[in-house]
């Protein structure tokens, strides 16, 4: 596409030639190994803004996408997209808001097909890209890596697209029966399970290495939908303008947000630099704490990833937190430095520039093992809530950094029945678990297990392309 009055894309690194909306969307890396921006932050006009509290969750994700989208559909083929995406979940709201006390909230992210906040990106997506597909009869194989509900939400968004293959790789046995198993257990031929044994960081890596091969990548149609796609972190950014409506006095907010690749916390600051106002965003990490330290010291050192409770934020390297880094000097030569060191020697130091930039927009914590477990009890017992272990991560860190006059709103990123091995040994009472997760039990499960090794992963691919 060649129109020059859209919102164009370019890469964190500088290099790689700049796309549009059209084509961001199948992408994963850019050329040059960053990742990809839009050139400038639409505003979104107070008064519209203001008009949000009478609005659906699906009108406010229309005037969100639409700046982002920016004229290569038409409007009302975006609102189609997103009613039909978002008809599968199961609360009418969306994302609901839980009011738990006076001045905390739960935003609920869990009313999709696969039970984690990743559906709200995935079934649009798997639709938006179907629609450029049909339109220019395409196909297109999608790869991507999981610590857990990336790749169900995946298979769950692609698996009725006809024009599409989905390879997702996870971590063999380091995601709960329960993860997998929302995985395994659907019966399309366009979906291949591939657990890797080794951890999630190899999986991103191999994913990673893959898709830097250029010449495989464009002779294998390939797509990416891991969160450095740039079309879920856009739709994600729609629940903190839905809730900041549902809010009263939501400019005193604090959002927690455990957080593993950076994807949706990035979102929370895109919303504010679309002209949202709120607090503070909370970086809520479990032991695997590499950004909290990052955040406090300036030291950004990779360390081996410990197994926790909560999986899906296992991770050491966070993606998406090099968009932040750009955006917080727009020097994409210094970005480049700094991933080269982490790459060649496993660390980087923040300039005091990029972090002070940073420290106004966000704060962080992270929660031990022993405070995740007392956080589920305590809400089960004076609440009455089930937390998942993710989102008890957030409350922890949340109640760590937030004042009592501020209003902590905590993305609650997944169901409890999603983690029930791990809850329901926390309290002792399962009726949490609804009859979709208990129905996973008995089904068979279908996956292909791999070394960590990226020819090995290939050939399977190769395989199994239809
Ligand atoms: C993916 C995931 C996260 C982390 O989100 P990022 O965008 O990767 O930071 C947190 N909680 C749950 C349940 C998840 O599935």
Redesign the pocket.
């Known amino acids: 596409m060649t129109n020059n009055k859209f919102l164009k894309y370019k890469s964190t690194r500088g290099e790689a030639e700049e796309i549009f909306f059209s084509d961001v969307i199948f992408e994963g890396l850019a050329s040059d190994g960053g990742l990809y921006l839009p050139e400038y932050w639409p505003k979104i006009d107070q008064s519209i803004i203001d008009s949000f509290s009478n609005m659906s969750y699906q009108e406010i994700a229309f005037h969100i996408f639409k700046p982002f989208v920016d004229g290569s559909i038409s409007d009302n083929k975006i609102k189609e997209l997103i009613d039909d995406s978002y008809k599968v979940f199961t609360d009418k709201n969306i994302t609901p808001v839980n009011k738990i006390s006076n001045n905390e909230y739960l935003l609920e992210l869990f009313y999709g097909p696969t039970y984690?906040?990743?559906d709200i990106a995935m079934q649009f997506i798997g639709r938006l890209m179907g629609y450029y597909l049909d339109m220019d009869n395409k196909k297109i194989n999608i790869l991507g890596a999981t610590?857990?509900?990336?790749g169900s939400a995946a298979i769950y968004g692609f698996e009725s697209i006809q024009s599409s293959n989905v390879f997702i790789l996870h971590p063999h046995n380091l995601i709960s029966p329960t993860q997998r198993k929302f995985m395994t257990t659907i019966d399309s031929d366009n979906v291949i399970n591939i657990a890797v044994k080794g951890n999630f960081d190899d999986c991103q890596s191999i994913i990673k290495e893959i898709f830097s091969d250029y010449d495989y990548k464009k002779s294998n149609n390939l797509g990416a939908i891991n969160?450095i796609n740039w079309a879920r972190i856009m739709c994600q950014i729609t629940y903190y303008f839905y809730s900041a409506s549902r809010i009263e006095n939501s400019e005193n907010i604090v959002y927690s947000?455990?957080?593993?690749?950076?994807?949706?916390?990035l979102a929370g600051y895109i919303s504010k630099k679309m002209g949202l106002k709120f607090k503070k965003l909370n970086i809520a990490t479990n032991e695997n704490n590499i950004l909290d330290i990052a955040l406090k010291s300036g030291v950004h050192t990779i360390k081996d990833v410990v197994s926790t409770s909560?999986p899906?934020?296992d991770?050491q390297v966070?993606s998406?937190f090099e968009r932040l880094i750009y955006d917080s000097c727009k020097d994409s030569s210094y970005v480049k430095e700094i991933m080269t060191n982490l790459k060649k020697e496993g660390t980087f130091t923040l300039t005091d520039e990029c972090r002070s930039y940073i420290s106004k927009y966000f704060t962080s914590d992270s929660a031990s093992n022993n405070e995740v477990n007392q956080t589920i009890s305590e809400y089960y017992s004076k609440y009455n809530i089930t937390l998942?272990p993710?989102t008890a991560v957030g409350v922890v860190c949340g109640k760590k950094q937030s004042l009592s006059q501020d209003i902590l709103v905590t993305l609650s990123?997944?169901h409890p029945a999603k983690f029930k091995e791990t809850v329901s040994g926390i309290i002792s009472d399962d009726s949490f678990v609804t009859e979709k997760v208990r129905m996973l039990e008995n089904q068979e499960e279908r996956m292909i297990i791999a070394n960590n090794d990226v020819e090995e992963i290939k050939n399977i691919i190769n395989g199994r392309i239809r």
């Open positions: 984690a906040f990743k610590s857990g509900d990336t969160s947000v455990p957080t593993g690749n950076f994807g949706d916390i909560s899906s934020i991770i966070s998406n998942d993710h990123t997944a």
